[in-house]
């Protein structure tokens, strides 16, 4: 997404083209009257410009720029701040104004005068403006173009400064009930586990008897073995684990029509696509904020944010507290369904949910909840996937479509096993769709 660096491009100006014709016509008049002095003057108005572009071709400064932003990451609906530190090398002739090339869904970039009133001790002009981030998605910012001309008017010079900056947006997560996963061991953000120290099975179960143990503890077939008296092992508390799944299936998420995008430019996915992304997000929140260790996976089982341009620990197996939920909405801000690139979509084939998700589901085991954000689904893909359900302490699904009723078949195979599954719209409100997964009434 990096623009090219262009080089100087010089022209003339209406004044600089004045001159020309001017001089033009000043020669023309000087051979049919035979003037001298005309033939003068019209070498001295040609003059002016060769000068003014020579000179601008040879006095051309060198600019270099350093761009920021703050925060680094934006969330979706927020504002930030875009700092700009411009310095040149070289002799400055005449006039400079620059402005900041944005795209179309972020604005009008600025446009300021070079040196700026703000220059510090190092010859450096900076600048900051701030900008609105309405959607998620990997923006370039820049690049920062110059436009330069000559004391006199007479020559312009054109070029774009740097490659610009990529800015990353994340989705902005919607605040969750806790009461759908309460009761679950990991609401109080442990659960228990055996300690293990060596292959015996006894050795693994059972301790030595310490004073106060209380005698309800004792391993009698332990302590017959070992002739002293043993106990059974004390449980130690380790993070939940989670297991969210989100729908990257290019079939799960239609598109009426492709169409094309600008460079740089940043085309999200549909709407039935951005609402899944967003309640994946947000319910990625909610785990953490319950101190849950996350799995991220795609419906053939291989880890969602490794399909991601915008993600910066693609290969983690899981993550886990706020730095983790920082890298999974960073994940987030730019993925889409797979195959498609930036607003288009790749021709359609046939994907349900793959063999290596199943075994994942059920290597899983009763270590948390599993829960599944998924696009448009059938009825036999949701057979496929309904007996993973039987692996977690609750397994829990969001099926997102465009319209109401589409999924219904889905919902009604995945509950027949025990799933709690609600249908949802992109206008369905996404904690609305998360408290009805344990209601009986649909938010519709």
């Given amino acids: 997404m990096a623009a090219p660096r262009v080089p100087w491009q010089g022209r003339l100006t209406s004044v600089g083209w004045g001159f020309v014709v001017a001089g033009a016509v000043v020669l023309v008049a000087a051979q049919a009257m035979g003037r001298r002095d005309l033939l003068h003057l019209s070498a001295f108005l040609l003059l002016i410009p060769a000068t003014a572009w020579i000179s601008t071709r040879l006095f051309r400064p060198g600019l270099t720029i350093e761009r920021s932003t703050e925060p680094p990451v934006v969330e979706s609906g927020q504002r930030a701040e875009v700092h700009l530190a411009i310095r040149h090398a070289g002799v400055l002739v005449g006039r400079m104004s620059m402005a900041e090339q944005l795209p179309s869904a972020l604005g009008t970039g600025p446009d300021f005068a070079y040196p700026g009133h703000t220059v510090g001790s190092d010859g450096v002009s900076r600048y900051r403006y701030q900008l609105s981030c309405p959607h998620r998605g990997l923006y370039l910012l820049g690049p ?47 659960i228990a586990t055996r300690m293990q120290a060596n292959p015996s099975e006894d050795d693994v179960m059972t301790r030595e008897y310490r004073h106060g143990d209380p005698m309800r503890r004792v391993h009698w077939a332990a302590t017959a073995r070992h002739g002293e008296l043993m106990v059974r092992q004390e449980e130690s508390a380790t993070s939940p684990e989670a297991t969210l799944i989100l729908d990257l299936r290019r079939d799960a998420f239609p598109v009426a029509s492709g169409r094309a995008v600008p460079p740089g430019e940043w085309a999200p996915g549909p709407p039935e696509f951005e609402w899944a992304v967003t309640a994946a997000l947000s319910i990625a929140a909610h785990l953490a904020d319950l101190d849950y260790s996350l799995r991220l996976l795609d419906t053939d089982g291989s880890l969602a944010l490794s399909h991601s341009p915008s993600s910066s620990e693609p290969d983690a197996p899981d993550y886990s507290g706020r730095t983790g939920l920082a890298s999974v909405a960073e994940g987030l801000a730019a993925i ?109």
């Fill in 144 to 190: 920062v173009e110059a436009h330069s001309t000559d004391v006199f008017g007479v020559t312009e010079q054109r070029t774009r400064i740097d490659g610009g900056t990529i800015l990353t947006v994340t989705p902005a997560p919607v605040p969750l009930a806790a009461s759908v996963l309460s009761g679950l061991r990991g609401i109080e953000g442990v």
């Fill in 336 to 444: 889409l369904p797979r195959g498609r690139e930036n607003g288009t979509a790749a021709p359609r084939t046939g994907e349900g949910f793959g063999d290596l998700l199943l075994d994942r589901l059920e290597a899983h085991g009763q270590r948390g909840p599993i829960v599944a954000v998924l696009g448009r689904t059938t009825a036999d893909d949701a057979r496929v996937l309904a007996p993973a359900g039987s692996a977690s302490e609750r397994a829990l699904a969001l099926v997102v479509a465009d319209r109401p009723g589409a999924c219904r078949g889905a919902v009604e195979a995945l509950r027949a096993a025990g799933w709690f599954a609600v249908e949802a719209t992109p206008s369905t409100r996404i904690d609305a769709a998360w408290l009805a997964l344990t209601a009986e009434v649909l938010p519709w």
